[in-house]
Every structure is written in structure tokens, then in C-alpha cells.
């Protein structure tokens, strides 16, 4: 493999990755998927190369003494970018990683906290279609110090189609288990800069039942964000410290979720609470 000519190269939060994909349709999904992160290559911190075999599984491979299989072009996805994670978590311990999704609203950051499947990433998609603005639907890393988030704009994953009153763009990916909409196909657009977090959102499923944004206390919050706390063990007091800090200076709701129209119009009028109680 000539590795200079078919390498993609990406940069998370300074920590450059190079990616080499012969296959063009591997390479393909790889931009579409990271194409926010693209880079010109200087100094990779990691480097993986991605080999698609004959059964349409794909290896991928960190130098010569590690590889793993993805069975196919979804799992490509769940893996690599599972391996990558967890290794840019290891290069920058300064952040908190907790599992949510972030959006941008008139300024400030709201975070979306669910469990996997639980409507994080519909929801940010539905709100993407009413003035906010995207950083993330699955990795929020945490400027501890300034509780500034930084993006993290891969294209945004959904597991099942949204209602029709959300449909999907042409530009869509779609794997054999997920589907991806490209940063640059969102309605709302993305914020690139780190944001200043505000209010989080633990998101509440609960079919038949009219959207509402419940305030819990700090305490409450606090456990819920350390529940999906991906690298707590890099900060002080086994991780509690940073939400305890997290929870003590954001606004905290759980959002009982079912109709999307709704349940954005109360994101939306919570939102604006917040910013007139605060001016």
C-alpha cells in the first residue's frame, strides 16, 4: 500500500490521526464521517491503516502488532472510531469526556446526557432544524477550568429514521446499522468553537407523555454525569470532583421527550429562561 497517497488526516482537539484507506469507498465514508476533523498531515500521534477483505470485512491496524476486524462498513465505523477515542482520552487527560451530546443555542452550550439508543442523537437532530447549532451528538469534552466544550463535529449518527417531520438529506450515509448526516447537510450548521457550557439535559423517553423539562437538583445531576463519565479516573477525586464542578454551575433538567416538535419548543423556551434570569 502506498501509504502517503490514499492517507486521510484528521485533527481531534490537537491530537493529529492519520488514517490510510485504499478503498475508495472506505475513504468515502471515513471524510463523510470525519470530514469537519480533515487536516494537512504534519506530526501524526496516531496512525491507523484500514484494509477492506474479501468477505467485506475490513481490518484495522495500529502498527504491526495490533489489529482488529469490523465486520462491515457500520462497524468500520463503531470501531475505529471507539479505538480512536479512547486513545485521544489518553492524550489529553486535561479534558473531562463525559458520553452526551452538545449543542450551541444564542451563545451557550446545552448537553444532552442519555443512555446509548436513547434519543441523544434525534433530538440533536430535531434541534439542529430550530436555531441551534451542532458540536456534538456523542463526545463532550470538558475545559474543566472554563467549562468550555470543545466540538467534536463528526457527522451525526442515528440508529433508526426521525419522523418525517425531520427527514433526512440527501447527503445522508447510510451503513449497514446506522445512518449519518455529514456536519455540512444540518440545518442548524456547526459551532466550531469551543462553547461555554449552560444547562444539561438528561433525556427521558416516555411515549404518550407531554414534553417537559423537569429541573433535578445538583446532587441528582451530578450522579447521572458521572454515570456516563468516560475518563474519570484521569482527574482528581476518582472523577467526582469534575462533575460535582459540572453540576454545580450548569442548569440541570431531565427532558421528558416524545413528540420532537415539542419537545424542541420546550428546549427552546427552557433555554430562553435561563438566558432572562441571567441578564
Known amino acids: 500500500m502506498d501509504f502517503a497517497s490514499c492517507a486521510l488526516s484528521f485533527d481531534f482537539f490537537g491530537i493529529e490521526v492519520e488514517v490510510a484507506a485504499a478503498d475508495a469507498d472506505c475513504k468515502a465514508l471515513l471524510s463523510g464521517n470525519y470530514g469537519s476533523f480533515a487536516t494537512q498531515a504534519q506530526r501524526p500521534a496516531l496512525t491507523y491503516s484500514v484494509n477492506k477483505c474479501r468477505d467485506g470485512a475490513f481490518e484495522i491496524s495500529r502498527g504491526a502488532d495490533y489489529s482488529l476486524l469490523a465486520w462491515d462498513d457500520g462497524d468500520l465505523l463503531f470501531q475505529l472510531e471507539k ?9 489529553r487527560p486535561d479534558l473531562y469526556f463525559l458520553h452526551a451530546a452538545v449543542l450551541e443555542y444564542r451563545g451557550v452550550g446545552l448537553m444532552l446526557v442519555a ?21 456534538s451528538d456523542e463526545l463532550a469534552p470538558i475545559n474543566l477550568r472554563t467549562l468550555q466544550v470543545l466540538p467534536y463535529p463528526h457527522a451525526l449518527g442515528l440508529k433508526n429514521l426521525p419522523p418525517s417531520s425531520y427527514s ?16 455540512g447537510a444540518l440545518p442548524g450548521g456547526e459551532q466550531t468553537a469551543p462553547t461555554c457550557l449552560s444547562a444539561i439535559f438528561f433525556v427521558s423517553y416516555r411515549p404518550g407523555q407531554k414534553p417537559s423539562a423537569i429541573p433535578i437538583s445538583r446532587a441528582e445531576a451530578a450522579v447521572r454525569l458521572f454515570a456516563n463519565a468516560l475518563n474519570p479516573l484521569a482527574h482528581p477525586g476518582e472523577g467526582l470532583d469534575g462533575v460535582l464542578e459540572i453540576a454545580e454551575r450548569c442548569s440541570s433538567f ?5 413528540d420532537l416538535p415539542q419537545t424542541c419548543a420546550v428546549v427552546k423556551e427552557t433555554m ?3 438566558r432572562s434570569s441571567s441578564s
Open 254 to 258: 431531565e427532558l421528558v421527550t416524545s
Open 115 to 135: 443512555q446509548s439508543g436513547g434519543g441523544k442523537s434525534t433530538t440533536a437532530w430535531a434541534l439542529s432544524h430550530h436555531g441551534f447549532r451542532y458540536l
Open 272 to 274: 430562553a429562561s435561563l
Open 83 to 91: 479505538e480512536i477515542t479512547i486513545e485521544i482520552q489518553k492524550l
Open 168 to 183: 433526512l438529506p440527501p447527503e445522508t450515509i447510510w451503513t449497514s446499522r446506522t445512518l449519518h448526516v455529514p456536519v
